[in-house]
């Protein structure tokens, strides 16, 4: 499956932005989905997942509440809503796309089997 990322760019601290993920190649509704980050100088960490059929949502614990994950099946389109943007979001976003599976879980980067190109989120304090 290819996987395309957009809607990064320059935003102020506060601010909200969306990001998208549109995937190509296969059956979308065979994958969980799940957004990833990695910050200069750090690590890729996970962001949030979604279930193959939206049932299942999950957050690192970091953006919960601030961030919401959706996907629409009929748009092979994952979304990432970010609001209430601080300057520590600041990073290179990831999707990513697994073959369904019960494990590892969902948070796992080393279970996922696609990857997107990222698409880079700045905030400005």
């Known amino acids: 499956v290819q996987l395309q990322a957009s809607g990064g760019g320059l935003v102020q601290a506060g601010d909200s932005r969306r990001l998208s993920c549109a995937a190509s190649?296969?059956?979308?509704?065979?994958?969980?989905m799940a957004w990833f980050r990695q910050a200069p100088g750090k690590e890729r960490e996970f962001v949030a997942a979604i279930t193959w059929n939206g049932a299942g949502t999950y957050y690192a614990g970091s953006v919960k509440g601030r961030f919401t994950i959706s996907r629409d099946n009929a748009k092979d389109t994952v979304y990432l809503q970010m609001n209430s943007l601080k300057a520590e979001d600041t990073a290179i976003y990831y999707c990513?796309?697994?073959?369904?599976?019960?494990?590892?879980?969902?948070?796992?980067?080393?279970?996922?089997?696609?990857w997107g190109q990222g698409t880079q989120v700045t905030v400005s304090s």
């Open positions: 190649g296969h059956t979308f509704t065979n994958y969980d």
């Open positions: 990513a796309a697994r073959v369904l599976r019960v494990v590892p879980s969902v948070t796992s980067m080393s279970s996922y089997d696609y």
